[in-house]
């Protein structure tokens, strides 16, 4: 038996007793449960115990499975191990121990020490000896005969146990190869085997977590305090979506009472995104965490309505913010107003309240600015106020009771309803898109005659509770119902794809976010929708955080050089200013090819990625994808739709317009020029298009390419 068969047979033993301890901890998680209901304790106090220990055992009960370990660290005898000299540790998804007060047998990727292995170089080995990566079979459920390779890197004085080499499995770097995470050798750029063989695997299915392969600049951002909100403008490749859900997982770990006292969202820009990336963070061990879209958040009812995109612009433009304010505070009356009276009975007495008194009151409030709902109250509570104080003086104190049989008189009420009238958001937008002259009133100085055209109705309905709304005023009625009644916010938001954002939207995520922290995740070349942002300082302005740091990432792991050289071609023609991104990979494959019959083209491409291993995208402009389903059909070729993960065909047919943020081995991009031509930011479009592919590009076109990538 061979150093390396007797290190795997050790690996695999070990692994065996992770697995019984893991089956220890799930049937324990489940005692406590049981024990718990019984507890003698406070009903408050039951009731949070309860919900943990549920909260815990359903967690650990939907571990899914899947390889325990990833990774191990041995450290040195000298001084700068500290209390970690001589240790060994195994990196992996989820803390495993036999007992909860025992040593752990696999450590939290999240946990601090767990930074060293994604931090540690041969010039700072940070007390690390050797760095140890497993290799698995590709969709090993964690079997033991699964663990097929492993690889170490020396990175300091020489620790017992370690064997350098790789197995089946383990990759095709050089054995043993040493040099600084994410360096520059020859496999994925200078990572090891086994991470260039992690890194490369096809993608087939959801997309997978990242916990084994962060690199350190990933690894910085993913560590970043709970209270720093950042922006990651992140080039196709760089794995900017795994970092952001990396980060949510994190900072759930790291602080859980502060994160699921606001709770945590990650919101994407469509549901196919969604479903895409829905089982990372499960993997990683956070089940409770909402994934939801920008739409799903505003939503006040379903959409019976499409704007064309000129109204769609305005409505979504930042000008409508003080649009919306005005006119909902224009239904407030004007403090110079002269009041009458107001008499409040109480008994055979009448308290009275002057006219200017009252018209003090709403002026004071109006100056505060508080939400309007929160207004109408402040002015019932100081009318009221007025009448006790007076009341005080002549009776002495008066309880509660009393004040709030006073605040809700008849008379007071009347002039609450007069001077600061309830309303709701469809009410107050419903008026703005009837009325014209309510509509100049509240955008006179922000916009012109031709753009309040646009807003107005042209069949105006009955009343606006029968009104039907666009997805733009779901918009508009959320940043009302902001104005109304200040929302509940989350303690950490992470928003993917945030260039597409409109200034309207970004409002929307910043009302969530007043009291938490931000992760926005983008690129601006890929901004696609009419207001995307052209640069970051101004969208994080209207998300709220105009200080966060924008953080670039522009060295990639999975689109290989070769397809990142290609759309790179289209950078200076797209009007922002990003960096070129670069990639580690030089194994990839591109071709372009000018062909008479596109269908037929397409059929013989698509079979000959099927001869290959991996997931195939058929991308192209939105009309054509029926003509192009339906000639695969023809041809007998199985194709799924993209949001359904669960298909067996390998071969997905999609619109240009839903391939953001997703990948597949082999892309067939189709017709660029007709992408290119089918919106105002068709380059954008086809730049998503063409850095989808982890492993191969093809570009067929019968119409000359565009002038950039030509």
Same mark, same amino acid.
């Given at each position: ?20 301890a ?55 005898d ?5 209390d ?24 939290d990727?999240r ?29 090993s ?20 146990g370690?064997?350098?080499? #790789? !197995? %089946? *499995? =383990? +990759? $095709? &770097? @050089? /054995?043993?190869? #040493? !040099? %600084? *995470? =994410? +360096? $520059? &050798? @020859? /496999? ?9 063989? @992690? ?35 992140g ?103 002269r ?73 007071l ?29 509240a ?9 309040q ?7 105006v309905p ?18 009302l ?42 690129d ?93 995208g ?12 339906a000639?695969?059909?023809?041809a007998?070729?199985?194709?799924a ?54 492993s191969?590009?093809e ?12």
């Amino acid at each position: 038996m061979t150093p390396l068969d007797r290190e795997l047979s050790q690996e695999r033993t070990y692994h065996q007793a992770c697995r019984a301890a893991l089956a220890g901890m799930v049937e324990g998680a489940d005692e406590r449960v049981v024990t718990g209901e019984n507890a003698f304790a406070s009903g408050a106090d039951a009731e949070v115990l309860g919900y943990q220990l549920r909260s815990w055992a359903k967690e650990l009960r939907q571990e899914p499975q899947s390889p325990l370990f990833f990774g191990r660290l041995d450290f040195d005898d000298g001084g700068a191990s500290g209390d970690h000299a001589g240790q060994r540790y195994y990196i992996g998804r989820r803390r495993i121990s036999e007992h909860p007060s025992a040593p752990p047998l696999v450590v939290d990727w999240r946990a601090p020490v767990s930074r060293t292995f994604y931090q540690a170089g041969t010039r700072d080995p940070l007390g690390v000896a050797v760095r140890r990566r497993f290799g698995w079979a590709p969709g090993s459920l964690g079997a033991p005969e699964d663990l097929t390779g492993l690889e170490d890197e020396r990175l300091g004085a020489p620790a017992g146990g370690g064997v350098d080499g #790789t !197995g %089946e *499995a =383990g +990759g $095709t &770097g @050089e /054995a043993g190869a #040493t !040099g %600084e *995470a =994410g +360096g $520059t &050798g @020859e /496999a994925a750029g200078g990572v090891g085997g086994i991470l260039a063989a @992690e890194i490369e695997r096809p993608r087939v299915g959801p997309m997978r977590d990242i916990a084994a392969t962060i690199q350190p600049e990933q690894d910085d951002l993913v560590r970043s305090e709970l209270g720093q909100s950042l922006c990651v403008q992140g080039a196709p490749g760089t794995g900017k979506t795994a970092v952001g859900l990396h980060r949510a997982a994190y900072l759930l770990y790291t602080y859980p009472q502060r994160i699921q006292r606001g709770g945590l969202l990650v919101l994407g820009p469509n549901r196919t995104f969604l479903h895409y990336i829905g089982q990372v963070l499960p993997a990683l061990g956070e089940i409770d965490i909402r994934q939801s879209t920008v739409d799903d958040e505003v939503a006040r009812g379903p959409v019976r309505a499409v704007d064309d995109e000129a109204a769609a612009v305005v409505k979504h433009d930042a000008r409508m913010a003080r649009v919306l304010r005005r006119a909902l505070y224009a239904r407030v009356d004007d403090p110079a107003g002269r009041y009458e009276a107001v008499e409040v009975p109480d008994g055979s007495y009448r308290w009275r309240v002057s006219g200017g008194e009252l018209a003090r009151i709403v002026e004071e409030v109006r100056a505060e600015a508080p939400p309007y709902a929160v207004g109408r109250e402040r002015v019932r509570s100081r009318a009221a106020r007025v009448i006790q104080l007076e009341a005080e003086r002549r009776a002495g104190p008066m309880n509660n009771t009393w004040l709030q049989r006073i605040s809700r008189a008849r008379p007071l009420s009347a002039f609450v309803d007069a001077a600061w009238p309830k309303v709701t958001p469809e009410e107050v937008l419903a008026a703005l898109f009837t009325d014209p002259d309510t509509l100049a009133a509240a955008a006179d100085g922000e916009l012109g005659a031709e753009e309040q055209k646009r807003l107005l109705w042209s069949r105006v309905p009955r009343s606006y509770k029968s009104a039907k709304w666009s997805a733009a005023d779901q918009v508009l009625l959320d940043e009302l119902a902001g104005l109304i009644e200040r929302p509940q916010g989350y303690g950490h938001i992470v928003v993917d794809e945030a260039q597409d954002l409109s200034p309207m939207q970004c409002r929307a995520v910043a009302r969530r976010s007043g009291f938490g922290s931000l992760t926005v995740l983008g690129d601006l070349a890929q901004g696609t929708t009419p207001w995307a942002a052209r640069d970051w300082p101004r969208h994080l302005a209207h998300l709220g955080k105009p200080d966060a740091p924008v953080i670039p990432l522009t060295t990639g792991f999975r689109v290989p050089e070769a397809i990142v050289a290609l759309a790179n071609g289209l950078l200076g023609a797209l009007g922002v200013a990003v960096p070129p991104s670069r990639s580690l990979r030089r194994d990839g494959e591109l071709a372009v090819r000018r062909v008479q019959d596109v269908r037929a083209a397409l059929v013989e491409s698509v079979r000959a990625a099927l001869d290959r291993e991996g997931s195939v995208g058929v991308i192209a402009r939105d009309a054509d994808v029926p003509e192009l389903r339906a000639a695969l059909a023809a041809a007998g070729v199985a194709t799924a739709e993209p949001d359904d993960l669960t298909a067996r065909a390998r071969v997905t047919v999609l619109p240009a317009t839903v391939a953001k943020g997703l990948e597949y081995d082999h892309v067939v991009a189709v017709e660029p020029a007709a992408i290119a031509e089918a919106e105002e930011r068709g380059l954008h479009r086809l730049y998503v298009v063409l850095t989808r592919a982890v492993s191969r590009l093809e570009v067929l076109h019968s119409e000359p390419l565009p002038p950039a990538l030509r």
